[in-house]
């Protein structure tokens, strides 16, 4: 199991590389440096492939420690990225039109 959710993550952090490459692009209106939902969805773009991998690292440390539940809890870090730049994204759209200035 923890190989599996291993593979995805590395996958996935590989994947997140390419937007997260980008993500200082979201700041190039003006006004959108202050605005909330642009600097979360900007930051977890950007975080995604460094948790991703700080997740493979930590699970496999603390699976190799004998803390085998443990190694599968820490392997749930990439979601938050996940659930909160979803919702910024999702923000953005509904609640702005889609401008990232607001």
């Not at 492939?49 to 930590?58: E, M």
């Not at 509904?94 to 200035?101: A, D, S, V």
């Amino acid at each position: 199991m923890l190989a599996a959710l291993s593979l995805l993550w590395g996958a996935l952090g590989l994947l997140g590389a390419i937007p997260a490459m980008f993500a200082v692009m979201m700041f190039d209106a003006p006004g959108s440096e202050t605005n909330l939902p642009t600097i979360a969805a900007a930051a977890s773009s950007f975080t995604f492939p460094l948790v991703c991998l700080f997740t493979i690292v930590a699970s496999w440390a603390a699976y190799s420690s004998g803390t085998s539940q443990r190694a599968l809890q820490i392997t749930a870090l990439p979601l938050i990225n996940l659930v909160v730049g979803s919702g910024a994204f999702a923000w953005i759209e509904w609640m702005q039109g889609g401008k990232f200035t607001g």
